[in-house]
């Protein structure tokens, strides 16, 4: 990416507002990158303005709306602080996760670093809007949430089914050590468990629900990742030539490992042609996102068995 402005404008402003649409210009004006929990730069600089002066992140910004902190008086102390973070994140190109150590998900907060790769997975809206619920076998007790990160889908999940357990498996000891921050902050200690796992190694199941939100950018794509992309953990995110490396190792490992009338809920982003072009004759149903019905797809325990019988060995 080229940066539009190697000197973005001063960020300043004596309102909450104005401080906000300041910074918005800063980052528009540096061509910083989105997409780790905003999508545009006003939403990003109202984050970061919020989270620095301890304000809610739902905060009313519109002038004139009942409870509108837009008009909030800043000092002039303040002004520096928040100038101070918008100038560490134009500089660093870090996610902004990474910088306020939180990213949210469906309203619930999770601690982040850089061990991690920041949460953003759509699963998540399918959990909390129960999308997936009526695909669920009435004995579903198992759980695992496959390339855990940080653990927030795990999380999630045990939130949204109270009476399963739920296991979050990742091969990075690192993205596991966040997850144990999570898992604690939560209280969830006796319903998620962490395992270290190189796929499915070390998670043999049997599972009746696998989430998984693998590394699947194709290596084209992984070339031209913008800078807050690269400050991620590669390992999260590479998935070979064509993205589907992880994904083929896991359909061909999972149909042992799943019980009767198990479901796999599968992100795979921007990824459908290589992921249909990988696998055209497994059956697979689309799910609705906020993002549209191209990014996540659940297969059913009985589609897996059949496809991988019927597939030729590896």
């Known amino acids: 990416m080229t940066l539009a402005n ?24 540096a061509g910083v990158a989105f997409g780790h929990g905003t999508a545009t730069a006003e939403d990003e600089a109202a ?35 928040v100038a101070t973070l918008f100038e560490e994140r134009i500089r660093t190109r870090k996610p902004a996760a990474y910088l306020t150590r939180e990213a949210w998900l469906q309203g619930v907060p999770f601690y982040i670093d850089e061990r991690s790769i920041v949460p953003r997975s759509f699963i998540a809206e399918l959990l909390a809007d129960s999308s997936i619920d009526d695909w669920l076998s009435d004995r579903t007790q198992a759980v695992l949430d496959l390339c855990t990160g940080n653990g927030s889908l795990a999380c999630l999940a045990a939130m949204a089914y ?9 091969i990075s000891p690192d993205a596991l050590a966040v997850a144990r921050i999570n898992v604690d902050k939560h209280g969830l200690q006796q319903r998620v468990h962490l395992v270290q796992s190189d796929g499915l190694a070390a998670v043999p199941g049997p599972w009746d629900l696998v989430l998984c939100n693998p590394p699947y ?3 084209g794509s992984m070339a031209r990742l913008p800078a807050e992309y690269r400050a991620e953990p590669e390992l999260a995110l590479a ?19 799943l019980n009767k009338q198990a479901v796999v809920v599968l992100e795979i982003g921007n990824e459908k042609p290589f992921f249909e072009a990988a696998f055209p004759d497994l059956p697979v149903f689309w799910l609705d996102t906020s993002s549209g019905d191209e990014q996540v797809l659940l297969i059913t325990e009985e589609a897996l068995r059949h496809w991988a019988q019927a597939a030729p060995a590896a």
């Open 47 to 81: 984050w970061l303005t919020l989270w620095k002066l301890g304000l809610p992140l739902d905060s009313e910004l519109t002038p004139g709306a009942p409870e509108s902190i837009a008009d909030q008086a800043v000092t002039q102390e303040q002004q520096v602080l």
């Open 239 to 257: 998935g070979g030539e064509d993205g589907m490396d992880f994904i083929r190792q896991l359909l061909r490992d999972l149909p042992a490992r």
């Open 217 to 219: 950018v194709n290596a």
């Open 162 to 170: 109270p009476d399963v357990q739920v296991t979050g498996a990742d």
């Open 6 to 29: 190697a000197n973005p404008p001063a960020i300043q402003g004596d309102t909450v507002a104005a401080l906000v649409a300041s910074g918005a210009r800063a980052l528009t004006a």
